[in-house]
């Protein structure tokens, strides 16, 4: 089975952009510890320090709706008015290998 490979996007508020990043990192910490989560990697822009890039592979469509729903995204969902400018923006990809098998797929 393929993973599934999600992008998430989140952009802090101005002047909210330390608080958005260490929230980002504790839900990090504790999704790093799901049976489901193959890779979850947070990225910043480097031209815009609120600019907040999830890169994630997950087990199944199912694993990620589950980390969704753990109490540790919920909290984030429930403090992200006064973190972000909006809502997260998920993309659900599938790979399309080709190649070299460990360069082109996530």
């Known amino acids: ?3 599934l490979v999600a992008v998430a996007k ?13 929230a980002l990192q504790a839900v990090q910490l504790d ?6 989560c193959f890779l979850y990697a947070l990225h910043v822009d480097e031209s815009d320090p609120g600019a907040f890039v999830m890169l994630e592979s997950w087990k199944s469509d199912d694993a990620l ?7 540790y ?9 006064d ?8 993309q659900r990809l599938t790979a399309l290998p080709n190649g070299d ?3 082109g797929a996530v």
């Open 1 to 3: 089975m393929t993973p």
């Open 10 to 22: 989140l952009h802090a508020l101005p002047g909210k952009e330390d608080e958005a990043r260490a």
């Open 31 to 36: 999704t790093h510890r799901e049976s489901g």
């Open 65 to 71: 709706d589950s980390h969704i729903a753990s109490p």
């Open 73 to 81: 995204v919920q909290d984030l969902i429930s403090k992200s008015p």
């Open 83 to 90: 973190l972000f400018t909006g809502p997260v923006d998920i």
């Open 101 to 103: 098998a460990t360069k």
